[in-house]
């Protein structure tokens, strides 16, 4: 069983220039230590925060080494090193939850949603304690609080702070998880259409998933669709978009009312990406 984490980012939200920055200083062989805080311009524990990020969206390996997705992405020829494009933050929030280095993700969107949509914190605290003792892993509620604060604030821009604080956050404009206008303290996970959501980046998450997989099942396919909170006409519609896009490579069909999507030819995830950063 893959051990649980819900500690390591210094009760930081990732802001949307750490990666860069993150990953350029490693370029340049820097090393995340003491000597950092001047060339990142940061605090030392936001020091071990960019690292903890860069590991938790993966980008790098637990040596600190990137990888070919942190190349593609952020490299001096990369495809959307500032993260203009929304498509890249739909990329970035798949990795946090598929890579699975901070667990609270995953568990939310995979499985604590299907529970409850409309949430508190003491509600997914809850859960998250359910889980542990479960799993017979040890924690300490603090900690989970402090990982549930950080969750909410990397989807939902701040109510309060400074200009970094209210419009630096990574994920925020994806709209996947929103404060309800409410009494008390209740967020929601926003399940829908996902129009915002490029069916490549879909596609590639399919493909990075089930590598080697010739034939995807509903459930397959659903488990993807579960990480960007598609809703079944959004799933529709991506599946749509593939199979029309691909039709060389790519059939949907639906045999004796079971449905499957069938890969005829290989189909590079990375060339599915480069494609849709061309367009």
């Known amino acids: 069983m893959k051990k649980l984490q819900f500690t390591g980012h210094e009760t930081f939200y990732c802001r949307s220039y750490w990666l860069k920055k993150g990953l350029d200083h490693l370029w340049k062989d820097g090393k995340f230590n003491d000597k950092a805080v001047v060339p ?51 990329l970035l929030h798949y990795s946090l939850v598929n890579r699975d280095y901070s667990s609270i993700y995953r568990l939310v969107f995979q499985d604590f949603r299907k529970q409850r949509v409309e949430f508190t914190r003491e509600h997914l605290l ?72 490029p069916p490549e980046i879909f596609l590639f998450a399919l493909l990075h998933t089930y590598q080697d997989s010739e034939t995807l099942s509903i459930p397959n396919i659903q488990e993807v669709a579960s990480i960007f909170a598609l809703d079944s006409e959004g799933l529709k519609q991506k599946i749509d978009f593939i199979v029309k896009q691909y039709a060389s490579s790519v059939v949907f069909t639906e045999d004796a009312g079971v449905s499957v999507l069938q890969f005829k030819t290989v189909i590079d995830r990375w060339e599915v990406l480069k494609t849709y950063y061309a367009a």
């Open 40 to 90: 990142l311009g940061v605090g030392k524990n936001m020091v071990s925060a960019i690292r903890f990020w860069l590991r938790a969206f993966g980008l790098v390996d637990t040596e600190d080494r990137a990888n070919e997705f942190a190349e593609l992405l952020f490299g001096e020829n990369g495809l959307d090193p500032y993260c203009e494009d929304i498509g890249t933050l739909w």
């Open 126 to 197: 809850t859960y998250l304690e359910r889980h542990c003792t479960d799993k017979d892993f040890t924690y300490h509620t603090s900690s989970l609080k402090r990982d549930i604060s950080v969750f909410i604030n990397n989807y939902i821009t701040p109510s309060k702070g400074g200009i970094e604080d209210n419009f630096m956050g990574l994920l925020h404009e994806l709209k996947l998880v929103n404060k309800l206008d409410k009494s008390g303290d209740w967020y929601k996970v926003e399940i829908g259409v996902k129009t915002d959501l």
